[in-house]
């Protein structure tokens, strides 16, 4: 028998103007003080997610919702509610599974940067690849632990994380 993960891409027949993030918000006190070019990342990760996304609360009738993100004492805070402000629920995640894979990320991140400055293209597609890896386990790590509380698709589950690993960018 196959176990389906807890991020697959099936939308199971909801209907994507109700079951979706309209908007997002990034609690100031959390983030981190950042550059213009951080600033516009986490602007982009906003929008992108916003744009295209899979969001059901478990056990709620439907929004469109709008997610407050947060880090209050090493603890992912996920604020929910629908677009109107009606308080639907409070996620907190303990951050310590994520923080290899944080590290990890920003490592191949900067190692990314650097070497697209003077790096044949074959070693960039090559650290490309592995930063698009940890990603990838980010996005699945972020599933795994919301299960049983949100369900979101592979795609929304990528944006997601982008937003969580945002909240840690330093300028």
Same mark, same amino acid.
């Given at each position: 028998?196959?176990?389906?993960?807890?991020?697959?891409?099936?939308?199971?027949?909801?209907?994507?103007?109700?079951?979706?993030?309209?908007?997002?918000?990034?609690?100031?006190?959390?983030?981190?003080?950042?550059?213009?070019?951080?600033?516009?990342?986490?602007?982009?990760?906003?929008?992108?997610?916003?744009?295209?996304?899979?969001?059901?609360?478990?056990?709620?009738?439907? &929004?469109?919702?709008?997610?407050?993100?947060?880090?209050?004492?090493?603890?992912?805070?996920?604020?929910?509610?629908?677009?109107?402000?009606?308080?639907?629920?409070?996620?907190?995640?303990?951050?310590?599974?994520?923080?290899?894979?944080?590290?990890?990320?920003?490592?191949?991140?900067?190692?990314?940067?650097?070497?697209?400055?003077?790096?044949?293209?074959?070693?960039?597609?090559?650290?490309?690849?592995?930063?698009? &890896?940890?990603?990838?386990? &980010?996005?699945?790590?972020?599933?795994?632990?919301?299960?049983?509380?949100?369900?979101?698709?592979?795609v929304t589950s990528r944006r997601l994380f982008t937003l969580v690993t945002s909240l840690h960018w330093k300028g």
């Open positions: 028998m196959t176990q389906t993960p807890p991020c697959d891409d099936r939308n199971e027949g909801r209907d994507p103007e109700v079951f979706c993030l309209v908007e997002v918000v990034l609690d100031p006190d959390s983030i981190k003080s950042a550059t213009a070019d951080i600033e516009h990342e986490r602007a982009v990760a906003i929008f992108d997610l916003v744009d295209e996304n899979s969001f059901f609360p478990v056990g709620h009738d439907g &929004g469109p919702y709008r997610l407050d993100l947060s880090i209050v004492e090493k603890r992912l805070i996920f604020g929910i509610c629908t677009q109107s402000g009606a308080e639907v629920a409070t996620h907190i995640l303990s951050l310590t599974p994520f923080r290899r894979i944080i590290r990890d990320y920003f490592l191949m991140c900067n190692t990314y940067y650097d070497a697209i400055k003077t790096a044949p293209p074959s070693r960039i597609e090559a650290i490309d690849m592995g930063r698009r &890896g940890l990603h990838n386990e &980010g996005a699945q790590l972020l599933c795994e632990r919301l299960e049983g509380k949100i369900e979101i698709d592979h």
